[in-house]
């Protein structure tokens, strides 16, 4: 019942990300329709090109579906949005699809086509009248298991900002939210069966091939009535907001995304994408207008900076560093975002445990969590234990960040690497280690802006002045409890705030 009233309460907006969902399935199994039919049929042809080629669309299906997003990203005309997530969803559905072609013209019987041939049939009628005909239950059945894939692979897109129901998962795994992991996954689900039973019904008909044309005609139909119409009247004088992927990213994007609404100018949300190489990426190139960032983040993990201990010393050595990039480096929000290790109360009683550099004598049989992204950061794992001498007993253990304070929770970890606002600390009673060798530099939170961006939207740069100062720490660490520990919107929580700014 309470997930029923949970998807009664969110029926707009799930309906918009399934009509997102459909249209990134549909349009991307048509397009590889179009190009494994046609390659299989040449295949067949040229067999010793044959080999090479499915070899090589086999090689694609063993790569990671977020490794095969991320390289993606990286050319400039994909970027982030709805055209690298068809690519990877075409690249993904094409094995099954030629594969299925090819196996299925060669397994046209030989006296058949020798039959055709001999009532004077070209090439061309014999393929259109007998060995596609006779090919196309096989060929069908490819469409179908590369049509089912697509459906689930496609929750995947959300981390791209491609949206569809994947948005949902991603924010249920953040905030540790079973009701939105189902929204989404149900629907997901349900779609899949959905296509699995059209496409059966089609093998099955007396005449596939019309069948397959009428669903054909019914798919295009379909994606132009779902085709997400999202807020703002002019995607091309939208403000493009972004925000990482965790909690309080999204709020921040939300609260920047409403305050600019406040003053009249439409925005684009591209929330909840990936970590902090794929948003600056992403900002250079002009495909966000905007997002938060944090100083000591900029500093040492996007410009390779030493790491700096004076905050307003790094807020200019950022502003310095981002201006030679095309982008400009707001005032800070309020609140200094810091890393924080973490551990159970009654493991600091236990261990004695009130700063890291307590850690050393114990470090080898602890347990420790962490995200993937501190162990690759310059001011992440490696300098840290350089700094205090840790020695740890086993590799840490990677997870995504909304699985960090649960995973404690549940003594599967003894230690975890955090944030100072992290709503759930508090809520949870745990205890942050205090940083008394000042490893960490500030990360002070500030609006970061494509200066091209601040030239094409009037106020937005005012937009973002707005919030310098309004947001301190006690404020995020109330805000990011709210979505994480009492489950509510991270929209909702964000509206109360800037309301309370007027």
Known sequence: MDLLRFLEERRTELLFLTAQHLVLVLVSTAVAVAIGVPLGLLLTRRPRLARAVLAGTSLLQTIPSLALFGFLIAIPFLGIGAPTAIVALVLYALL????????????????????????????????????????????????????????????????????????????????????????GAIPAAILALLADALLASVERSRRPARAAALLALGAVALVALSLPRGPGNDASRAVVVGSKNFTEQVLLGEILAQVLESRGLAVDRRLNLGGTSLCHAALRSGQLDAYVEYTGTALVDVLK?????????????????????????????????????????????????????????????????????????????????????????????????????PALAQDRVDLVVGSATDGLIAAMGLVVLEDDRRYFPPYDAVPVMNTEAVRRHPGLEEAAASLAGRIDEAAMRRMNQAVDGEHRAPAAVAREFVMGLR
């Open 96 to 183: 099954p699809i030629l594969r299925n072609t090819y196996t299925g013209l060669l397994q046209v019987d030989p006296a058949v086509v020798e039959a055709a041939t001999g009532l004077g049939m070209t090439p061309w009628q014999r393929l259109r009248m007998v060995e596609l005909p006779l090919a196309l239950p096989v060929i069908l059945a490819g469409v179908r298991i590369a049509a089912v894939v697509s459906v689930g692979t496609a929750t995947i897109a959300a981390a791209v900002g491609a949206g569809g129901l994947g948005t949902y998962v991603f924010r249920g795994i953040a905030t540790l939210d079973t009701r939105l992991m189902l929204a």
């Open 305 to 405: 900076r030493p790491v700096a201990g004076d905050p307003a010393a790094v807020l200019r050595a950022v502003r310095d560093g981002y201006a030679a990039l095309g982008l400009a480096v707001g005032e800070p929000l309020g609140f200094n975002n810091t890393f924080a290790l973490v551990v159970r109360p009654e493991t600091a009683a236990r261990l004695g445990l009130r700063r890291i550099s307590d850690l050393p004598p114990h470090a080898g049989s602890l347990r420790v969590g962490l995200f993937g992204e501190f162990l690759e950061r310059r001011d992440g794992m490696a300098g840290l234990v350089e700094a205090y001498g840790l020695r740890f007993g086993t590799p840490p253990r990677e997870m995504d960040l909304g699985l960090l304070y």
